[in-house]
């Protein structure tokens, strides 16, 4: 019996982990990703929460765990680059695991390989779909006829643009950009602490990540800049105003910023799509519901992959109820999250100094927490 074809947009971590699971539940995956080749880069995210017992089920977690980031604690400054408070943020029995984003998709990748079909430098140009499959139209590569199309291809989405709408009907900014350049190892003196520098409207993180330390800007611009992802000078110019006036370190890593050729920025947003499928076609990740600042995005996309896989396995045949149940199951762990992001941005990046203030006094009640809970553990 013929195997149903599933294309997937995108090879970064939804796409590869759903590759895996399909392969094994008697699908022939094809991942199609616009870029050349997987997607390097420092920046670090943290595998948790639903995300921890799929890895498990792949086997990945003591790679992941080899790879772990070092960092291990939180250092907030004031305005001057005092310290004003330490905070340790994991265990080697948490269970949790902080990795680049580029460690966790060249690890999912590793995995789904051997079984899936990977096509890189090209995207689908146009999607027509009927009652038995979707026609894609690619850039590069000859059209072909699938079962099912998966739309994996993160917050700027491809296959939601082509087959939901514009991306405006579906996206929030929440008033913030994010902007990251890597740096020299040399830049950090302790390569197992992350730094924080806040001030009204703007925070400034330096990160040890595990080889490349990064520096993270998060901010609120004065004048918000056009929205032109590929305006390279126009981010540039938008990062240095917003932290002219930032002291500690802030002149030599936005110098740093400037000096890269292609330093990453976009507006912190939130996607929230009424239904994630139309058809054959349906969303995973950032691209049905992406929720800036939490950091667990990467996370969703792997227990998303899982989910979707199941269901389909669970449906055969009836692609229809097994994307309801997928949507169903996912929307309870999103949804939660997405209430969250907006009182959560106000007080990662407050506006005002009793803001920050409240913010300080919120990390000392979490560092008091966790050295008591620290205390109690070792004494059992």
Same mark, same amino acid.
């Not at 980031?69 to 604690?73: A, G, K, L, P």
């Given at each position: 019996?013929?195997?149903?074809?599933?294309?997937i947009?995108?090879?970064g971590?939804?796409g590869? !982990?759903?590759a895996?699971?399909?392969?094994?539940?008697?699908y022939r995956?094809?991942?199609?990703e616009?870029?050349?080749?997987?997607?390097?880069?420092g920046?670090?995210?943290?595998?948790?929460?639903?995300a921890?017992?799929?890895?498990?089920?792949?086997?990945?977690?003591p790679q992941?765990r080899?790879?772990a980031?070092?960092?291990?604690?939180l250092?907030?400054?004031?305005?001057?680059?005092?310290?004003?408070?330490?905070?340790?943020?994991?265990?080697?029995?948490?269970p949790?695991?902080?990795?680049?984003?580029?460690?966790?998709?060249?690890?999912?990748?590793?995995?789904a390989?051997?079984?899936?079909e990977?096509?890189?430098?090209?995207?689908?140009t146009?999607?027509?779909?009927d009652?038995?499959?979707?026609?894609?139209?690619?850039?590069?590569s000859?059209p072909?006829?699938?079962?099912?199309?998966?739309g994996?291809?993160?917050?700027h989405?491809?296959v939601?643009?082509?087959?939901?709408?514009?991306?405006?009907?579906?996206a929030?900014?929440?008033g913030?950009?994010?902007?990251?350049v890597p740096?020299?190892?040399d830049a950090?003196?302790?390569?197992?602490?992350?730094?924080?520098?806040?001030v009204?409207?703007?925070?400034?993180?330096l990160?040890?990540?595990?080889t490349?330390p990064?520096?993270?800007f998060t901010?609120?611009?004065?004048?918000?800049?056009?929205?032109?992802r590929?305006?390279?000078a126009?981010?540039k110019?938008?990062?240095?105003?917003a932290y002219?006036?930032?002291?500690?370190?802030?002149?030599?890593?936005v110098a740093?910023?400037l000096?890269?050729p292609?330093?990453?920025?976009?507006?912190?947003?939130?996607?929230r799509v009424?239904s994630?499928s139309?058809?054959?076609?349906v969303l995973?990740g950032?691209?049905a !519901?992406?929720t800036a600042?939490l950091g667990?995005?990467?996370s969703?996309a792997?227990?998303?992959?899982?989910a979707?896989?199941?269901e389909?396995?669970?449906?055969?045949?009836?692609?229809a109820r097994a994307?309801?149940?997928?949507?169903?199951?996912?929307r309870?762990?999103v949804g939660p999250?997405?209430?969250?992001?907006?009182p959560?941005?106000?007080?990662?990046?407050?506006?005002t100094?009793?803001?920050? !203030?409240?913010?300080?006094a919120?990390g000392?009640?979490?560092g008091?927490t966790?050295?008591t809970a620290?205390?109690e553990a070792?004494n059992?």
């Open positions: 019996m013929k195997k149903p074809e599933v294309l947009v995108g090879a971590i939804a590869p !982990a759903l895996y699971w399909l392969s094994r539940n008697g995956p094809t991942v199609v616009h870029a050349r080749q997987l997607r390097s880069g920046s670090a995210i943290v595998v948790k929460g639903p921890i017992p799929v890895a498990e089920r792949m086997g990945i977690l992941l080899e790879l980031t070092r960092n291990r604690s250092t907030l400054l004031d305005p001057d680059g005092r310290r004003i408070l330490h905070l340790p943020l994991t265990s080697d029995k948490a949790t695991v902080e990795v680049t984003r580029a460690d966790l998709s060249e690890v999912l990748h590793r995995s390989r051997r079984e899936a990977f096509l890189f430098d090209d995207t689908v146009a999607l027509d779909q009652e038995s499959g979707v026609d894609v139209t690619f850039r590069r000859a072909r006829r699938f079962d099912l199309v998966v994996a291809d993160g917050m989405s491809t939601r643009r082509l087959v939901f709408g514009p991306e405006r009907q579906f929030s900014d929440l913030l950009y994010g902007a990251t740096l020299e190892p950090i003196e302790d390569p197992s602490e992350m730094t924080m520098l806040t009204p409207n703007r925070m400034l993180v990160h040890p990540s595990r490349t990064l520096a993270i901010f609120r611009a004065a004048q918000p800049a056009p929205h032109d590929k305006n390279t126009l981010h110019q938008t990062v240095a105003d002219a006036d930032v002291r500690w370190r802030a002149p030599e890593l740093a910023f000096d890269h292609a330093p990453f920025f976009d507006p912190l947003t939130t996607v009424p994630w139309r058809g054959r076609v995973l950032d691209a !519901a992406a600042l667990d995005g990467s969703m792997m227990a998303g992959a899982y979707l896989a199941e389909l396995a669970a449906h055969p045949g009836d692609h994307f309801a149940a997928y949507e169903s199951r996912l309870r762990e999250r997405q209430r969250r992001v907006g959560l941005s106000r007080l990662m990046v407050p506006r100094r009793p803001g920050l !203030a409240v913010r300080n919120v000392r009640a979490v008091r966790n050295r620290s205390r070792a059992r």
